[in-house]
């Protein structure tokens, strides 16, 4: 059975991400499981009896972190199915390990401009190497805008992404904003040449064109979310960020290859995951 799962360390960027996580399952209908990863050494027995009474402290502190956040899960959304578990860390691991996760919710530590400096090392694990859906929630959500925005590279690789966008569009009733962000004309196909010297209301237009094509099957499936499509030339990261600031949500894919695919986060999701002003959701390319 799919769940949403989340991690909580008892910080309140994770207290945050639980009340995501919540809201998320009650849209999905599907039961919320909540993760507290503990030291591995305090579950190997025997235990040396001069540490007996610090482990069963930690124990004990990790199992009330854990009640907190099913707590708080509950007060968001009485109706949602919770769970909360107590596991040997490490945190990263124990998230990525369970394989009835159909998304994974996670805090990114601090809020403001420096926020992406804290962004704990078990977050960035986790949305590097998940192979569903990751959300990283930082800080007190604003207020509701009732957009979904999602950023497109180039339409295959930006499929999975699409697809999350519009089905969290659809959701939450939402208008979906689809934001393709070119620097360069696009190549036509294997081996083309760019151009040195273009006119960009043209290559805007085809980019838009493009675009809209990529689109017409989302729509036919999502015929109830109000799709708009944007093309800005630009740096990726900076437009995406600015689109956030006006969105519930920002979608993004990875860009893995290979046996790496879901490995090598791409650098304009890396770089959200620093700027980005509202939940950003990860998506993998793959199968």
Known sequence: MNVVLVGTDGSDSATAAV????????????PLRILHA???????????????????WLLSTGGQVVDAAVAAARERDPDVAVEGELVPGPAARALLGREDA?????????????????????????????????????GLEPAVRREVAVGVDTVAAGEPAIGFAFEEAALR????????????????????????????QIVAGEELRRLEESLVAWREKFPAVDAVSEVVHGRPARVLAGASAQAD???????????????????????????????????????
């Open 173 to 200: 009733g939402a208008r979906l904003r689809v934001v393709h962000v070119w620097s360069h004309p696009a190549s036509a196909g294997p081996g083309d040449m760019q151009p040195l010297v273009y006119d960009p």
């Open 249 to 287: 949500l920002l979608v993004v894919g990875t860009r893995g290859r290979g046996g790496f695919t879901g490995l090598l986060l791409g650098s304009v999701s890396h770089a959200l995951l620093h700027r980005a002003h509202c939940p950003l959701a990860v998506v993998p390319n793959v199968p």
């Open 38 to 56: 503990a030291a591995p050494w305090l579950y190997d027995t025997p235990v040396d009896p001069r540490f007996a009474t610090v482990r069963t």
């Open 102 to 138: 159909a998304v994974i919710v996670l805090g990114g530590h601090g809020t403001g401009p420096a926020a992406g400096l804290l962004l704990g090392s078990t977050t960035l694990q986790v949305v590097s190497h998940a192979r569903v859906p990751t959300v990283v929630v930082r």
């Open 19 to 30: 009340v995501w996580a919540a809201e998320a399952a009650s849209r999905r209908g599907l």
